[in-house]
């Protein structure tokens, strides 16, 4: 069952109800929405209910890939969740996913763990488990529910996340179609890991109990966004040196949504417009491993990506990691 070119046959999001303004923010901690949206461009956010997990998210958001792709749950025989926000230490999310959209048993499921660069994580996986000719359709999710590893006193990080998930699903290019993953680069810096992370939880100091640190995000905020800047940079540079690819032929830019003033400056170093940048991190905020797939996904259904379109994917986070994709429509 081998197949010389794999493509993203289908897309699909899933946003919770729940909107949270920026002056919604301002009666939780110290901030105004002039003071956020100045320094990100975030507007709002959405916030998932208290009974709605990550994996419900994800579900919701395969669903609709599926459907998008014209695939059935038995179709797909490898799943992939990208998810700093687990339903559970034990098992994978995928395998809760897995049940939730009756996928059949013979589907190798499992999560990735490389924060907001997840989703770029888990497409190369996926797309090289399917070119090892073992695995036929793949579904890669990125779903997070931030707002439960968020300090809602802390309001250097709770303004900045958000709840959401998006999905693709993969598999051979259909017959006269252009569509192709064309490349993916991963990268990781570990000696960097207390720049962005959730020092309290782990087995390193499992909660709870004295003085075990918060299992709440922790970030220093300047640091994390010159690293970002300057790896997002290379990233995309390397990537369409690999690909043979000039900045100028890409249609579309999908960065991982963090901040406008990051995506401003990646424009500006691959001397691109900002209109070839796509950006809904106004009504979403950062949400992590889901970022870019919801952003695909409303590029796709709002016309901005078009098949035959060339796409840059471009992501960083925790870890660090970072790491960049390019994708024909
Ligand atoms: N509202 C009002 N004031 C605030 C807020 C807030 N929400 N947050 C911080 N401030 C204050 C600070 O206390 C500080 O005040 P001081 O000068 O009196 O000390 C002042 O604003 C400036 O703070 P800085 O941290 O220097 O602000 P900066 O301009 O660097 O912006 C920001 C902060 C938006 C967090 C920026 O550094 C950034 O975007 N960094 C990258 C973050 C990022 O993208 N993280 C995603 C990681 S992806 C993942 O894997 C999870």
């Known amino acids: 069952m081998s197949a010389s070119s794999f493509a993203l046959l289908g897309t699909g999001a899933y946003v919770p109800e729940r909107v949270m303004t920026n002056e919604d923010m301002a009666k939780v901690v110290d901030t105004s929405d002039d003071w956020i949206f100045s320094r990100t461009g975030i507007k709002e956010r959405r916030i998932a209910a208290e009974d709605e997990q990550t994996s419900d998210m994800a579900t919701a958001a395969a669903k609709v890939a599926l459907e998008d792709a014209r695939l059935t749950p038995d179709q797909i025989d490898l799943l992939i969740v990208a998810t700093l926000t687990p339903d559970l230490p034990m098992p994978s999310t995928a395998c809760i996913v897995q049940a939730k959209l009756g996928l059949p048993h013979r589907a190798a499921c499992f999560d990735v763990s490389a924060a907001c660069s997840g989703f770029v994580y888990a497409l190369d996986t996926a797309w090289a488990m399917l070119q090892s000719g073992r695995y036929r359709h793949a579904l890669v999710i990125g779903a997070e529910k931030l707002s439960t590893v968020l300090d809602w006193s802390d309001r250097t990080t709770c303004v900045l996340f958000g709840d959401a998930a998006g999905a693709v699903v993969i598999g051979p290019t259909p017959e006269g179609s252009k569509a192709e993953i064309v490349g993916t680069k991963l990268y990781s810096e570990g000696e960097n890991t207390e720049l962005l992370w959730i020092p309290g939880g782990g087995s390193a100091h499992p909660a709870p109990g004295p003085d075990v640190p918060p299992r709440f995000m922790q970030m220093k905020g300047r640091e994390v966004f010159k690293f970002a800047v300057r790896e997002m940079e290379d990233a995309a540079r390397d990537i ?22 990051i995506i401003d400056s990646i424009a500006k170093f691959l001397k691109l417009p900002s209109d070839r940048f796509f950006v809904n991190l106004e009504l979403y905020g950062n949400t992590s491993a889901a970022s870019i797939p919801l952003a695909i996904d409303e590029a796709r259904r709002s016309g901005r990506i078009k098949d035959g379109s060339l796409s840059l994917l471009v992501a960083f986070g925790a870890g660090l990691t ?8």
């Open 322 to 329: 970072y790491g960049s994709a390019l994708v024909r429509w």
């Open 240 to 261: 369409l040196e690999q690909c043979g690819v000039s900045a100028d032929e890409v249609d579309c830019v999908v960065p991982h949504q963090a901040n406008l003033r």
